[in-house]
Each structure stands twice: as C-alpha cells, then as structure tokens.
C-alpha cells in the first residue's frame, strides 16, 4: 500500500502563486507517472499536469505556461508550482501516482485532495 499526503492548497488572490506537494510513503518499490488532477465544483476531474520518473512533463492547455510540475525521486514528492492564478483555477487538486510493485504489477493511488481558492 501506498498512501499520498497533499499540502499546499489554501486561499490566494487572482496573480498570485501556491506551491502544491504530495508525498509518497507506505511499501514503495518504484513510482512511475506522477501527477496533479482537479475538480472544480460541477465539473469533471481533469488532468493538469504528469510527469514521468525520467521527467518528462505533459500540461492541461490552460495551466500551460503558468503551472510547472516537478519531482524528486529520492523524496518519493511531487510538486506544483502555481504562478498567474486565475479565478477559475480554483478547484480541489488531487495527487496521483502509478506505484509498480516488485512483481510489476502497476496500482494507481490518490490523494485526499487540497483545496486551491483563488478570489480577491
């Protein structure tokens, strides 16, 4: 089992900037994709950015150029940096990991979500 921890969310005024974190611990052989989704309220859950172990970064179309996703593989953490805040930013952010265990058998965990609110 593999249990995530966000931190990070909060309220900011529209410009501002947050920094997200998630935090792998439990029985961890080795994460792959890593990831940030959010739901905003009515809406549908909606990738914003992934990120491979060898790091390469994919981002929603409307956090591109705003929002950075990071990782540190030793630290078992995902980041996301926040910039530019926009009202409609606003949603509860989930952490997402792909864990595969020592006989490759690939599990998907999430987090319990933090809540980003951007007004003035």
């Known amino acids: 089992q593999v249990q995530l921890v966000e931190s990070g969310g909060g309220l900011v005024q529209p410009g501002g900037s947050l920094r997200l974190s998630c935090v792998a611990s439990g029985s961890i052989f080795s994460i792959q994709n890593m990831g940030w989704h959010r739901q905003a309220p009515g809406k549908q859950r909606e990738v914003v950015a992934t990120i491979t172990r060898e790091g390469s970064t994919n981002y929603a179309d409307s956090v591109q150029g705003r929002f950075t996703i990071s990782r540190d593989n030793a630290k078992n953490t995902v980041y996301l940096q926040m910039n530019s805040l926009k009202p409609e930013d606003t949603a509860v952010y989930y952490c997402?990991?792909?864990?595969?265990?020592?006989?490759?058998?690939?599990?998907?965990?999430w987090g319990q979500g933090t809540q980003v609110t951007v007004s003035s």
């Open positions: 997402n990991v792909l864990h595969v265990t020592s006989s490759l058998r690939p599990y998907d965990y």
